[in-house]
Structures are given as structure tokens and as C-alpha cells.
């Protein structure tokens, strides 16, 4: 027998903010009531209006409707990053579709990575899915009350003095030992080193002024990320007499690539770190296997910005006072500078007991 015919249906069309819908019913009547009933229900935000797209779609289209004027390159790059770990975990479902497991699951498989990349990511993820929800592309937000999963805070640390006995001979003799000794005496940022020249270093008033930075992603050249950054540092004598034997001309960048001559990059200046970094293990007694480290004795965690972290315990340890060592630092917010004068000194501990030793015997205190 013969199929029976299949069920002719009536379509209607509507538009609602300039994009087309349609209905359809088993009359043209029907097909019209129900277009009505799903305009009204649209203009009243009880419909979804494009749930349908898939999350990698919006998230680049919110990118470059609502954030893209407002930022920088290096900003967009960073957003571009987040958006490819959420792409990665749930892009291709329609947004409708998205759950709250979902997004928690997405989210909770950053844990361990850097407290900030989390923090990041969630904010993210949150403002995607509260804009989607905003222009009534999903009805509800998925991404409303995500919890946090546990992320490694980030510490820098200052240098022992062990270290510090080992670092300050060898950058008299290593081609990285200017650099190292500005981030160690003047605390500067690795991005601002990068930003110097030479018309920023006045000699005669040992005053070094920080007017630019190299930017973390990008790597061009401008004013520091923010107004607290723009500041002028004392020149303790060991670098001033360091910088006069440097001398280079106004315009020409302090630290240069040995072979162009060019500014330092980001990478060329990793590497000048690796090699000096190296020179210290080896200084130190590491073991070498055909001129390869087999057994390390320098700390894993040595980094530049150490030094910088030594510069601020250094600033305490002298009794500089918190306030003139937010501004010596760059600091927008006084807050940063006191977390490291939270970790203070065994030198300033030592000091200060001598102090009330000395106190106390003065006032001839009976207990």
C-alpha cells in the first residue's frame, strides 16, 4: 500500500529585532496565532532570541562588540587565550544548551594553574554568558554562582644572602651584571628595564626615572601600565659607579642584544637571565656531565623578579617608610607594598630585639 500522504504544515513569519522567526501550525490561522503568541512572548523576554548560536561564536562576537574598543593588543590577546580554553571545553554546544555543570566543569579543570589566570578565566567566562543573557540570547545564566576552584597563589620571595654573596661577584664579570644589579638596587620591573634608556639615568643627581615599560604581550614600548608606575629612584653608589663606566648615548637603550645591539627583547632577555642564572649554578658547585647540569644547587625559583622582591625587604631593612616605598616601587595600592614587609627581614628582627635589649637596660626594669 501506498504511503499515506504526509501532513501539509502552515508556516508564518515574523521579525523581531531586525532577525526573522517563523511558526508554524496545521492552518495558516493557527500558524498565525502562534507567531503572534511567540512575538509577544519575545518583546516580553520570555523567549530566548538566539540561544542557538554556539558559545565559541559568541564569546568571539562579545570580544568584539564589547570589549575589543576598550582595550589594548595585549588585553585582547589575553581575552583571546581565555576564550580558546572555553572554546576548547564546551564551543561547540548552542548556548541554550549550556549548564551550570557545564561551566563549573570547565572552570574547575584550571585547578592548580595561577591563582590570577583562574580569577581571569571565571571573570570571563561570567561576563560571555551575563551579556548573552543581558540581550536575551539565553534565558537564564549559566554562569551565575560559579565557585572558584582551588588555584596556586603566586609568591616571589627576596634572595638569601647565601645567593646574594654569589650573584654580586658574578655580575661584575657577566655580561647580564648591569641588569641584574638595576632590578637588585633599584627594584625596577623586567618590562621597565627593557623601556630604559640612557636619557633616563641622570648621573650627576644619581636619580633613575621610570617613563616607560615594555608591555608583557606586545612588547612595544609605553607608559607604564598605570600612574604609579611613572616614579624617580635614588641610585645607591654601587650602580652609579656601575652605569658610569656603562655610559651610552641619551637615546640608546640601556640593555642591548650583544649581536644586533638591538633593545632587548622579551626572549633575548629570558635568555640572557637562563645563561646568567647557568654561570651561578655552576658558581655554586652544580655538577656538569659534558658541560650539561646533571646536579643543580641553585633554587628552582630564582627569578628576576627575586631581585625586585629583595629591593623592597632591602627598603624595610633600612627603615624606609612603607608609604615612600609604595611610591619607590610602583605600587598603585599601599596594600601590595605591606604584603612584603609582612615577610621581614631576620636582619630587622635581630635589630629590633637588640633595641629593646638596649632599652630595657637603660630604664632598669625589674621583673
Avoid at 199 to 224: F, M, N, S
Avoid at 345 to 363: F, V
Wanted: charged share 25%; net charge positive.
Amino acid at each position: 500500500m501506498p504511503a499515506p500522504p504526509k501532513y501539509t504544515y502552515y508556516r508564518s513569519t515574523f521579525y523581531h529585532n531586525g532577525k526573522q522567526y517563523s511558526a508554524r501550525g496545521k492552518t495558516q490561522r493557527e500558524a498565525d496565532r502562534k507567531a503572534d503568541q511567540k512575538l509577544s512572548a519575545m518583546e516580553r523576554g520570555e523567549v530566548a532570541t538566539g540561544g542557538d548560536v554556539a558559545v565559541k561564536k559568541w564569546a568571539q562576537m562579545w570580544l568584539d562588540t564589547y570589549r575589543a574598543s576598550s582595550i589594548g593588543v595585549g588585553q585582547y590577546k589575553n581575552y583571546v587565550t581565555y576564550i580558546k580554553t572555553i572554546s576548547a571545553a564546551i564551543g561547540e554546544k548552542r548556548m541554550n544548551d549550556v549548564t551550570p555543570e557545564d561551566v563549573q566543569n570547565l572552570l574547575n579543570s584550571q585547578a592548580g594553574k595561577s591563582k590570577s589566570y583562574v580569577r581571569h578565566l571565571q571573570h570571563t567566562i561570567q561576563a560571555i554568558f551575563k551579556r548573552a543573557r543581558i540581550s536575551r540570547h539565553i534565558l537564564y545564566d549559566p554562569a551565575e554562582g560559579l565557585i572558584t576552584p582551588t588555584a596556586y597563589e603566586h609568591s616571589r620571595r627576596s634572595i638569601t644572602e647565601d645567593e646574594r654573596a654569589a650573584i654580586l661577584p658574578l655580575a661584575e664579570t657577566h655580561r647580564a651584571g648591569l641588569w641584574i644589579k638595576t632590578i637588585l638596587y633599584c627594584g625596577l620591573r623586567p618590562g621597565e628595564t627593557r623601556a630604559l634608556d640612557w636619557r633616563h639615568i641622570d648621573l650627576d643627581g644619581a636619580i633613575l626615572h621610570v617613563e616607560l615599560a615594555a608591555k608583557a604581550v606586545t612588547g612595544l614600548i609605553d607608559e607604564p601600565k598605570t600612574a604609579a608606575g611613572i616614579r624617580s629612584i635614588p641610585i645607591p653608589a654601587p650602580l652609579l659607579k656601575s652605569f658610569r663606566q656603562a655610559q651610552g648615548a641619551p637615546d640608546e637603550a640601556v640593555f642591548r642584544q650583544p649581536t644586533t645591539n638591538r633593545r632587548h627583547t622579551k626572549i633575548s632577555m629570558s635568555c640572557l637571565w637562563k645563561n646568567f642564572k647557568r654561570e651561578l649554578d655552576i658558581s655554586l658547585g652544580a655538577e656538569l656531565y659534558r658541560n650539561k647540569i646533571i646536579v643543580s644547587k641553585v633554587a628552582p625559583d630564582l627569578v628576576p623578579y627575586c631581585l625586585r622582591h629583595t629591593y623592597s625587604t632591602d627598603l624595610q631593612t633600612a627603615g624606609v617608610p612603607l608609604n615612600i616605598a609604595k611610591y619607590l616601587m610602583g605600587h598603585t595600592d599601599i596594600k601590595m607594598t605591606a604584603n612584603v614587609y609582612t615577610h621581614t627581614a631576620n636582619e630587622s628582627i635581630i635589630t629590633a630585639g637588640k633595641m629593646l635589649d638596649n632599652y630595657y637596660a637603660q630604664e632598669a626594669f625589674e621583673f
